[in-house]
């Protein structure tokens, strides 16, 4: 049974950091290409960081060089490290995933991480 479980998420201030964690169970993550997305209230869901079997990553606008994606492959995991964090990257994270051939959106999704950046 294929599943994504997220970690991390939580409250913290203007300019600190968290780290997303995603345990990947009953499929090699190593042969997929992960990703996270983002959806905050009344917005749709986007696309944050992407990253493909041979370790290339993609970001969207808002979050290059603020936001790192990575994977241990031996531990199947995709990690996501968010420092200089902003109000307006309060929002649900999801883990992510499709095969390497595959284009669009990901066929594999986790439930979910809030991220809630306030003072």
């Known amino acids: 049974q294929v599943q994504l479980v997220e970690s991390g998420g939580g409250l913290v201030q203007p300019g600190g950091s968290l780290r997303l964690s995603c345990a990947a169970s009953?499929?090699?993550?190593?042969?997929?290409?992960m990703s996270w997305y983002r959806q905050a209230p009344g917005k749709e869901r986007e696309s944050v960081a992407g990253?493909?079997?041979?370790?290339?990553?993609d970001y969207t606008d808002s979050v290059k060089g603020r936001f790192t994606i990575s994977r241990d492959n031996v531990k199947n995991m995709v990690y996501l490290q968010m420092n200089s964090l902003k109000p307006e990257d309060t929002a649900m994270y999801y883990c992510a995933g499709r095969p390497w051939y595959k284009s669009g959106r990901p066929d594999y999704w986790g439930q979910g991480t809030q991220v809630t950046v306030s003072s």
């Open positions: 009953g499929f090699n993550c190593s042969s997929y290409t």
């Open positions: 990253i493909s079997r041979f370790g290339s990553t």
